[in-house]
């Protein structure tokens, strides 16, 4: 397939476009560069060295001998992304391309507007570009398990079964998600089935939770194509923030009691769910949800889970929460459709959890323990960070 990965530089959509490349598709990448600006924005930079997105795609061309051509430009403007997908013709758009820290989406006004206005507006651009260009090309969008909140009952996949007064609908599952960056794949979601309704697009919205790990097959090839790996109190998140924690002898920082649970999933598995996605594309004119996660977990547990895979014995501090989050709630998300589609899971072991350390071990001195500090707190509209507010990208 010709698959289009937007947002290739990033920490899931660079190994991604390696993965679906080694798999014998022909991949291109399109990026802006935002996340690397956040970085800068933050003070704060990934444990893993990462190269230059042009170095990344020479080198993979000198280990495979593929080439995966990239676009450098902004996803907001429109004139690009339909210049793009006009002369890529992708038979797939995976979309990566979005600010996805639930924290930097709070930090104040200015940082919740540039979240939406990136998020909803670059997928809209791309919803026109397919409608008006071909709208055959599926489009596989990364959404986040967050849309859904944390309800009192089971969390299905996408749609609920609804008896109202004697009648009976399928509906969207209702959404209560917990920052204006989860609000910002809502939002995404209503304009996408939108899409697919009134124009007879076709799309798979994969509501990922929390992934973890570093390293892929690929990745592992060359230092040089290395993916990128978070642990500041902003972009971290949070088994890979636990793991780091561990290894430079820092606290780990469970939020209040740590009974938030979450859908998480290895690396490895993003880049499996995605490839099994595009192989089998909804039906043109449909809009799927697929949740996209392979085990749940409490805080709590996956903080107990770093302490017995790290050879030392880490401390684990409650702090207060700086989120607006329930302490503890009923929890159970179905996620069947990958499974039926054959995905064989990475199951969260201690093996995996050491080898993340053992990645990070590697970069320990690259480790700023000022920047675990959660500095965004959810009750305040304006939070004043050291280093934010004067390089927020365009
Ligand atoms: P990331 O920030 O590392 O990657 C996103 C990439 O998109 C970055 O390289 C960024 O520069 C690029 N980008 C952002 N806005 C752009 C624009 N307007 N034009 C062009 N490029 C743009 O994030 P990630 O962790 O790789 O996540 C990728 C996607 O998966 C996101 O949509 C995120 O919401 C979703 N997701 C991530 C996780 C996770 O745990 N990391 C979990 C669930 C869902
Ligand atoms: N947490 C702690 N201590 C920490 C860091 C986090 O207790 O040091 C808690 C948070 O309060 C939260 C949970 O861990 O309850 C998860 O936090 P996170 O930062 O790992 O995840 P989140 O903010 O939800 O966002 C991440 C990605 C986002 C993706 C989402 C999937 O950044 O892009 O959409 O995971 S999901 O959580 O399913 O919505």
Same mark, same amino acid.
């Given at each position: 397939?010709?698959?289009?990965?937007?947002?290739?530089?990033?920490?899931?959509?660079?190994?991604?476009?390696?993965?679906?490349? %080694?798999?014998?598709?022909?991949?291109?990448?399109?990026?802006?560069?935002?996340?690397?600006?956040?970085?800068?924005?933050?003070?704060?930079? %990934?444990?893993?060295?990462?190269?230059?997105?042009?170095?990344?795609?020479?080198?993979?061309?000198?280990?495979?001998?593929?080439?995966?051509?990239?676009?450098?430009?902004?996803?907001?403007?429109?004139?690009?992304?339909?210049?793009?997908?006009?002369?890529? &013709?992708?038979?797939?758009?995976?979309?990566?391309?979005?600010?996805?820290?639930?924290? !930097?989406?709070?930090?104040?006004?200015?940082?919740?507007?540039?979240?939406?206005?990136?998020?909803?507006?670059?997928?809209? $651009?791309?919803?026109?570009?397919?409608?008006?260009?071909?709208?055959?090309?599926?489009?596989?969008?990364?959404?986040?398990?967050?849309?859904?909140?944390?309800?009192?009952?089971?969390?299905?996949?996408?749609?609920?079964?609804?008896?109202?007064?004697?009648?009976?609908?399928?509906?969207?599952?209702?959404?209560?998600?917990?920052?204006?960056?989860?609000?910002?794949?809502?939002?995404?979601?209503?304009?996408?089935?939108?899409?697919? &309704?009134?124009?007879?697009?076709?799309?798979?919205?994969?509501?990922?939770?929390?992934? !973890?790990?570093?390293?892929?097959?690929?990745?592992?090839?060359?230092?040089?194509?290395?993916?990128?790996?978070? !642990?500041?109190?902003?972009? =971290?998140?949070?088994?890979?923030?636990?793991?780091?924690?561990?290894?430079?002898?820092?606290?780990?920082?469970?939020?209040?009691?740590?009974?938030?649970?979450?859908?998480?999933?290895?690396?490895?598995?993003?880049?499996?769910?995605?490839?099994?996605?595009?192989?089998?594309?909804?039906?043109?004119?449909? !809009?799927?949800?697929? $949740?996209?996660?392979?085990?749940?977990?409490?805080?709590?547990?996956?903080?107990?889970?770093?302490?017995?895979?790290?050879?030392?014995?880490?401390?684990?501090?409650?702090?207060?929460?700086? &989120?607006?989050?329930?302490?503890?709630?009923?929890?159970?998300?179905?996620?069947?459709?990958?499974?039926?589609? =054959?995905?064989?899971?990475?199951?969260?072991?201690?093996?995996?959890?050491?080898?993340?350390?053992?990645?990070?071990?590697?970069?320990?001195?690259?480790?700023?323990? &000022?920047?675990?500090?959660?500095?965004?707190?959810?009750?305040?509209?304006? $939070?004043?960070?050291?280093?934010? =507010?004067?390089?927020?990208?365009?």
């Amino acid at each position: 397939m010709r698959i289009l990965v937007l947002g290739g530089d990033g920490y899931l959509g660079w190994p991604t476009a390696l993965h679906l490349s %080694s798999r014998g598709h022909d991949v291109a990448v399109v990026d802006n560069f935002a996340r690397r600006e956040y970085d800068l924005e933050m003070g704060v930079d %990934s444990i893993v060295p990462i190269a230059g997105l042009q170095r990344r795609c020479d080198v993979w061309r000198e280990v495979s001998g593929i080439e995966v051509p990239c676009y450098v430009g902004d996803l907001v403007d429109p004139d690009f992304t339909h210049r793009v997908i006009r002369e890529f &013709r992708p038979d797939t758009v995976v979309h990566f391309a979005e600010q996805r820290s639930a924290p !930097y989406s709070m930090i104040d006004q200015k940082h919740a507007v540039y979240t939406q206005v990136n998020n909803v507006v670059n997928t809209l $651009n791309v919803l026109y570009a397919i409608a008006e260009i071909d709208p055959s090309i599926h489009l596989v969008k990364l959404g986040t398990m967050g849309e859904y909140g944390t309800p009192n009952i089971d969390i299905e996949e996408g749609f609920l079964e609804v008896t109202h007064k004697g009648r009976t609908d399928i509906l969207p599952f209702p959404k209560q998600p917990h920052s204006f960056y989860h609000l910002s794949k809502v939002h995404d979601t209503h304009n996408i089935t939108f899409a697919c &309704r009134v124009w007879g697009l076709r799309s798979t919205d994969l509501h990922q939770g929390v992934v !973890y790990g570093q390293e892929t097959p690929e990745t592992a090839q060359h230092p040089e194509l290395a993916t990128r790996l978070d !642990y500041d109190g902003v972009f =971290g998140t949070v088994i890979n923030r636990f793991c780091a924690q561990a290894v430079v002898g820092h606290p780990i920082t469970v939020y209040g009691k740590g009974g938030q649970t979450r859908g998480m999933l290895d690396i490895r598995d993003t880049l499996a769910c995605v490839e099994l996605a595009c192989l089998n594309p909804a039906d043109q004119g449909e !809009y799927r949800v697929f $949740n996209q996660f392979t085990e749940s977990f409490s805080v709590l547990d996956v903080a107990h889970m770093v302490v017995e895979a790290f050879s030392g014995s880490p401390e684990i501090v409650h702090l207060d929460s700086p &989120r607006v989050e329930k302490d503890e709630h009923y929890y159970n998300a179905i996620h069947t459709k990958f499974l039926d589609l =054959g995905l064989q899971p990475h199951l969260m072991s201690a093996e995996t959890l050491a080898s993340i350390m053992e990645v990070i071990a590697q970069f320990k001195d690259r480790v700023d323990p &000022r920047a675990f500090e959660a500095t965004v707190n959810w009750r305040h509209t304006t $939070n004043h960070l050291p280093t934010s =507010g004067t390089l927020l990208p365009r």
